[in-house]
Structure formats: C-alpha cells, structure tokens
C-alpha cells in the first residue's frame, strides 16, 4: 500500500522567516503526491501536486514542493511565512484513486 | 464555479441513533469520496462514489453505508451510532479522469454522538 509519513507534529517559525513541512513516502510504481491545508473548523483546501515532470511543484498562496526521488521525500516550502499560514498541513498519496494522508503537522506561525 | 457543499454542518445524536449525510460536488464531478477526521486516527478513507457505483471502500465496518444519485451528489449514513463515531466527516470530489485528478474538498460536517 501506499503511505506517506509527516515526521514532524509541530513546526514554528517567525513571520518573514522560510517555513518547511516535510513529509516522505513509501509507493509501489509511480507517486503521486498531495498536500493540503486546513484551517481551524474548515475542509482541506489543495495547495499543489505532484504528478511527473518538474521536481519544483509551485502550488497556490506562494507555496511550492520539493520532489526528491532519491530522498523519497516532498516537502512543503514557502520561502517568506505569513501568521495567516497557521494551520494543519497534511501530506497525501493517490492510492488506486483513494487518498492516504500523512498525520498532519500543524504550523504556527509568530508576529 | 460553486465549490463541494456538504449539509448539515454541524449534527448531535445519540447512540445508537442513525445519521444521514449529504454532499454536493462540484458541478461536472462525477466521483465522490468521503473521509473521517478524528483526533485520534487522523484522516481515513471511507468509501468512494462514481456513476452511482462504490468502487472503493475502506476498512470501516458495514454500519457505515453510501450511495451516489444519477446528479452525482452523496449521501453516507451511519447506523447504530457509537461515541467513537463522533467527527469530521469530510466529502471531496473530482473528475477522476485521469487517476492524478485533484480531490476537492467540502466543508465536512461535524457529528457529535453522545
């Protein structure tokens, strides 16, 4: 089966500072990867995906993803932190057109 | 174009109550999927809908049931409610054409069982 794993609960940095969500999988064949976010009382809304091609996937509100085959990793960058990116980011897998999600890492962004 | 909506938003019942909810893709998404957020198991995956068919369900027992109507739009019931029950139950849809596609998800509804 597919999986994916987030082996960080919780990440904090400072407004202004590079944010990284890490996550690392484990597929059979070709991976396709997910992230998404979900704020507080709220569905998962997608951020950006990894299907084939480039290894720099650039997703929606200034995130972008890193692809690392030989890592087997995906993780999740903004490059400047917003206090409005505080929330719960999960990392998912397209297994057989079901989603496996990764725990969820829950970002925290300070002023 | 008018994103997943899923109805009610927020449901209280009572063990062993039954439960019914419902989700309206967005409009040219044919498949639907459902998913259960607790606190506990994170996010899984209960069973998915397309052309009215299941064509996948995840390891949930018989008491949680779906089905997809000729408009698309899903409904899942849960019978025999238990406490464990109590969540997020999250609906997302796509295209599912290719398999990549991206799933977009509702709102959820929250259930709580007492």
């Known amino acids: 089966a597919q999986s994916v794993a987030q082996p960080e609960d919780q990440v904090n940095v400072a407004e202004g500072n590079p944010l990284t969500v890490k996550c690392t999988y484990s597929?059979?064949?070709?991976?396709?990867l997910f992230w998404y976010v979900q704020y507080p009382n709220r569905g998962l809304q997608f951020l950006l995906k990894?299907?084939?091609?480039?290894?720099l996937v650039k997703g929606s509100y200034g995130f972008e993803a890193e692809f690392n085959k030989s890592q087997t990793s995906f993780h999740l960058k903004k490059p400047s932190a917003l206090v409005s990116d505080s929330a719960l980011y999960f990392c998912?897998?397209?297994?057989?057109?079901?989603?496996?999600f990764g725990a969820g890492t829950t970002v925290t962004v300070r002023a | 174009k008018a994103g997943v909506t899923q109805t009610p938003r927020y449901l209280i019942k009572t063990r062993g109550q039954q439960v019914t909810l419902s989700c309206s893709p967005i409009?040219?998404?044919?498949?639907v999927s459902w998913y259960q957020q607790t606190p506990g198991q994170g996010l899984q995956f209960l069973f998915e809908?397309?052309?009215?068919?299941?064509?996948n369900k995840g390891n949930f027992p018989g008491r949680f049931s779906g089905r997809q109507f000729s408009n698309s739009r899903s409904e899942m019931n849960v019978s025999t409610l238990e406490l464990g029950d109590s969540a997020l139950y999250l609906c997302?849809?796509?295209?599912?054409?290719?398999?990549?596609?991206?799933?977009?998800f509702g709102p959820g509804t929250r259930l709580t069982v007492l």
């Open positions: 597929v059979s064949g070709n991976p396709y």
């Open positions: 997302a849809s796509s295209l599912r054409t290719p398999a990549t596609d991206t799933q977009y």
């Open positions: 809908y397309f052309s009215e068919t299941q064509r």
């Open positions: 998912a897998v397209n297994d057989d057109y079901k989603l496996s």
């Open positions: 990894y299907i084939t091609g480039d290894n």
């Open positions: 409009s040219g998404h044919r498949s």
